[in-house]
């Protein structure tokens, strides 16, 4: 930084005179302004939990303003933001697909803060979600926010066609088989279903065999052995009828109503998708709908519990133009607290803590907690960040459905995805 030389010399000639600058514990603004999601405030601030930055707003005598956008709208104000001198914006969330080079070079790193004044126990912080947010060995986001997937069936059906709740992926695939059939009035129920119109559930059944799409460290792993399988299978659920025949064109809202009206068995989504599943107000199978971690194949019961499955989430972190970032820092380090974590997770927040699983009041909230936290202590995010990230997800769902519809050969499809989406890498 360029130290301007008159500034520095009224400096010295205030100080002679006794008006010494203000410290920076006095120099405290009004207010600290955070940028968000209108679900991170709800959940911040909710009446079950309370809000976990009262405490912390008394103690300090500063208040929190919250600045809340749709997902789009945050993104782009932050990223302008953040291209300018200085900004008024003290802490903003940031969905980890968007934490690309160029971003994080425009944000405040952790590690400083972290020894001066550090997290309470950042090691039950869910490993995945703070490896997503380290570049080049250094922290820029403190997670607070997750969504995680689950597998999902449909116990009613299972024991009307004397099936047993799968625990491997192979016992899964069978069972699908199995739970594909119609019914005397004519309706066809469908052994499983993810969204054909996305790429994300397609690496949650790859990560079964420990398979990616693309790894963290930028390889395109489509030609592995746990992509290939996975994609090996969807074209023989759809060649074989247990995935419909407008599979390609299913978005989620469509595996939603599908599985609330029994047509579909099983389903591998948002562990938070149960509670959509079992709505007794919507749906026709309320109560029926079980959900656990995704089972991991025989051959990786050694290496893994459950499969490493697909892990989302929101960040917190700081421009590095804003203006009280030692403040900004103790507010973020407050609100993940253990305390904190609880309380957001009682307002309805996905929880990044492994020990708030552990708590009665999630256990009795959340039928699924142990599930959960299962899937959290191993799974990772379904793809690093990178520019052409949303370029690359459609190549792959392209050469997918073409796979899956039999256009061409799984290994063909694969093949082309790797040699189109590696030029997109960072390198």
Known sequence: ??????????????????????????????????????????????????????????????????????????????????????????????????AVDSVTKLLE????????????????????????????????GIPFRHASSCFHYNQRILDERGVAPPKTIEEMIEAARQLTFTRDDGTKVYGFLINGEGYANTVDLARAWDGDFITLDYHVATTDEGMMKAVTLLHDFYEEGILPSNWAAIKDEEVNNWMQTGRAAMSLNSCGRNRIFNDPEKSQEAGNIKTVAIPVSEAFKDKFDVAP???????????????????????????????????????????VRASTYDSAEMKNQLPYADEEKAVLLVGRVPLPPFDNAAKASDIFVEELQAAVLGMKSPEDAMASVQKRVTPLLPQ
């Not at 005179?17 to 909710?46: C, E, F, M, W, Y």
């Not at 309370?50 to 707003?57: L, P």
């Not at 703070?130 to 820029?140: H, K, N, Q, V």
């Open 309 to 351: 499955a697909k892990v989302e989430f929101w960040t917190m972190v700081i421009p590095a133009n804003a203006k009280h970032k030692d403040l900004a820092w103790d507010l973020v380090k407050t609100m993940v607290s253990p305390e904190n974590t609880l309380k957001a997770a009682l307002n309805g927040n996905g929880p």
């Open 1 to 98: 930084m360029t130290i301007n030389k008159t500034w520095l010399a009224g400096f010295v000639g205030i100080a002679a005179l006794g008006l010494a600058a203000p410290a920076l514990g006095q120099d405290k603004p009004d207010n600290l302004t955070i940028i968000s999601h209108r679900v991170h405030q709800t959940v911040s601030t909710g009446e079950q939990g309370g809000d976990i930055t009262k405490d912390w707003q008394d103690a300090n005598g500063v208040g929190v303003e919250w600045v809340t956008l749709d997902t789009g709208a945050l993104h782009e104000r932050l990223f302008r933001e953040l291209q300018l001198p200085e900004t008024n914006i003290d802490i903003a969330f940031l969905l980890n697909t968007r």
């Open 109 to 140: 790193p952790f590690d400083e803060h972290m020894a001066a004044n550090p997290v309470e126990n950042i090691d039950d912080i869910f490993p995945g979600l703070r490896a997503a947010m380290t570049f080049d060995g250094t922290l820029y």
